[in-house]
């Protein structure tokens, strides 16, 4: 069975610009969730899908969005893009229609911003 | 003060050595992950529990969920199990909150 598949694994953009990553999860899972690592903050929840619905949001401004396809696969989006948006992204699967279910991650995006 | 507390912030010790790493959190939570995390940036996610113990291998871990305490223990350390390890807790809005991480060091 083939892992999270996150794409592309590396982006450098300039500030003001808007990236789309994407996140193809394990086949059969139905959530897929999003987070962003850096040194300063450590790992922070974005938001989680399932069956193509925003099931939960963590504290990020509104430029950071996300959605999820009828096959599962998800794309996140980061509009007007600013220099402390540089970071790893991570999206992780899990087969779970409920909470608590165990994590399978993706290889990150490192995400640049000059 | 972070929700979720992991003690040591490092840790370095001698290969075979029994390796504990704490993690407290001062909300209310339904589950722990145990996450370990290699330089490179995978993730792996070790354990996910909400009551008891539970096994694998050389790794065990275990919780309290009225101490809102759970440990994460390595026994025969080899230098392979060096990375940074997270503990995670799913708060009572389903929501994941995770910890700093230790970084673990094992010298053959």
């Known amino acids: 069975k083939a892992g999270v598949t996150q794409t592309p694994r590396y982006l450098i953009k300039t500030r003001g610009q808007q990236v789309t990553l994407s996140c193809s999860p394990i086949s059969g899972h139905r959530s897929v969730s999003w987070y962003q690592q850096t040194p300063g903050q450590g790992l922070q929840f974005l938001f989680e899908y399932f069956s193509e619905t925003q099931r939960n949001k963590g504290n990020f401004p509104g430029r950071f969005s996300g959605r999820q396809f009828s096959n599962s696969r998800s794309e996140m989006n980061v509009s007007t893009l600013e220099l402390g948006d540089s970071a790893l992204y991570l999206c992780?699967?899990?087969?779970?229609?409920?909470?608590?279910?165990?994590?399978?991650f993706g290889s990150g995006t490192q995400l640049s911003v000059l | 003060k972070n929700e979720v507390e992991q003690s040591p912030q490092n840790l370095t010790a001698q290969e075979g050595e029994f390796i504990t790493i704490n993690c407290s959190y001062s909300v209310g939570i339904s589950a722990l992950h145990w996450l370990q995390q290699h330089p490179g940036g995978g993730i792996v996610s070790l354990f996910m529990l909400s009551s008891g113990k539970k096994k694998h291998g050389r790794l065990i871990a275990t919780i309290n969920i009225q101490e809102k305490h759970s440990s994460l223990h390595i026994t025969a350390s080899h230098p392979r199990d060096s990375a940074v390890y997270i503990c995670?807790?799913?708060?009572?809005?389903?929501?994941?909150?995770f910890g700093k991480g230790t970084r673990l060091h094992i010298l053959p």
């Open positions: 992780a699967s899990s087969s779970s229609d409920g909470a608590g279910e165990k994590l399978f």
């Open positions: 995670a807790g799913l708060n009572r809005d389903d929501k994941i909150i």
